[in-house]
């Protein structure tokens, strides 16, 4: 935060470019005495005057006279000369339409004692009008489909409707005067953290878990209404949509969208925007190509089913062989490839390769066959340097590698991006 006597000493220019910015973009107000003095255009705009000179000069001239309690809360406003935040006042416009503002008053300081403040709000017309709307005796209450609770300024349940005792279960002597935190929780956030953001934040949303009779639970999409009298919080009002069918069907999307369904691993498409990270990761890492040998004859021999029963048994193979930091590809009907993150040097992929050759050791029981298929494996080890390395290159060396080792019984081929003539042959017996 800038100083005093930095502030000083910026161009008079930008100080004003600045408050001209904010009286555009602010529902702004100035008042001396009842007087305004100034009013931005936003706020001009909203009211529906047309410009600043059909403005009223008195600021009691845009309290409706239709509700005479607002001239008692402006009154208020001003009458203990301290600022005050969310104070909800009802103002009158050009053509006699009410919105309802809910102001921040801010009161300076004046050598001959005027009452001068700057107020500062925002619109909650329609958000007013929902409440009004939701009131416990309205149809829109009653048979609302989102779940509605009515609490206190601390959580206390005053009111519910019928909704929400069908969500949770609970009766409603079990339920109010409780807590509203017991039943809807944000995790990781206490009560207090809720409470302030609600009292803060212009709309206060949040995903939180519901707690049902039973103990079970499920997602719900919160919406919550502070309301505000003469500045101090009221009550709350709370409003929520069960979403946890919504999410079940978006997990199962994003399911489809990232993994292959047969072998659980990263799609093609997913893992090569995964394997750009890992190259600008600047870090030593492998990558293995791996091929189920002979799985197509396998395929010709017995039937496509018993091919998918090969590797998805050899995909939870592998996934319990290796770290839970590797990455695991799908690239092709009987290809993979495995991304392994922090390695420290070519004996390491090594110790790998040797696990995924020993998974594959033990021939795959299913439908009273007992089938042998083993993998060729191709890696490529990349250390940290200067230049980082191309994934395309990394792919077609370890896929090279790959087709090396399949010349030979029980032998990883690999090579050092670095060197990438240079190859080495491991035995993995």
């Known amino acids: ?246 999410k079940r069907v978006i997990h199962s999307l994003e399911q489809k969208a990232y993994y292959d369904d047969l072998s659980g691993f990263y799609r093609k498409e997913i893992g090569q925007s995964l394997l750009y990270e890992i190259c600008d990761s600047q870090q030593n890492f492998g990558i293995y190509f791996l091929n189920y040998r002979d799985l197509k004859k396998l395929n010709e021999k017995y039937s496509q089913d018993v091919g998918d029963e090969i590797i998805r048994h050899g995909s939870l193979r592998l996934k319990n062989a290796l770290r839970q930091q590797d990455i695991l590809i799908r690239w092709g009907s009987d290809e993979f490839v495995i991304i392994a993150p922090n390695l420290n040097s070519l004996s390491d992929m090594d110790v790998i390769a040797g696990k995924i050759f020993k998974s594959f050791q033990a021939p795959f029981k299913f439908n009273n066959l007992e089938l042998n298929s083993l993998t060729d494996i191709g890696g490529c080890f990349c250390p940290k340097g200067s230049n980082p390395p191309i994934a395309r290159e990394i792919i077609i060396i370890a896929h090279e590698n790959m087709s090396i080792s399949k010349q030979a019984e029980n032998v990883f081929c690999l090579s050092e991006y670095a060197k990438k003539n240079s190859r080495t042959l491991h035995a993995l017996n």
Request: net charge negative; hydrophobic share 35%.
């Open 1 to 246: 935060m800038r100083d005093v006597t930095s502030l000083q000493k910026l161009p008079l220019d930008l100080l004003e470019q600045q408050l001209t910015f904010f009286k555009h973009t602010a529902l702004y107000l100035l008042v001396r005495n009842n007087e305004i003095v100034d009013v931005s255009h936003k706020l001009c705009a909203l009211l529906g005057y047309p410009d600043k000179e059909h403005f009223p000069h008195w600021l009691p001239k845009l309290l409706p006279k239709t509700i005479p309690r607002e001239f008692l809360a402006y009154h208020k406003l001003f009458s203990n000369k301290q600022a005050q935040d969310n104070y909800d006042l009802k103002l009158q416009g050009y053509k006699n339409k009410i919105f309802t503002l809910r102001f921040s008053a801010i009161q300076l300081s004046s050598s001959n004692n005027e009452n001068i403040a700057m107020l500062i709000g925002e619109d909650i017309t329609y958000q007013q009008k929902k409440l009004d709307d939701l009131s416990d005796s309205s149809s829109l209450f009653l048979f609302n489909p989102y779940s509605i609770a009515t609490t206190d300024a601390k959580g206390a349940i005053e009111k519910v409707n019928p909704k929400f005792i069908k969500k949770t279960q609970f009766t409603k002597e079990e339920i109010i005067g409780h807590n509203i935190f017991d039943y809807k929780t944000v995790p990781g956030t206490d009560q207090d953290e809720i409470l302030n953001s609600i009292v803060h934040q212009k709309d206060y949303r949040a995903e939180v878990k519901c707690t049902q009779r039973d103990g079970s639970t499920y997602d719900e999409d919160l919406y919550v209404i502070p309301v505000f009298h003469y500045g101090e919080l009221e009550r709350i009002l709370f409003i929520g949509e069960d979403i946890s069918n919504q």
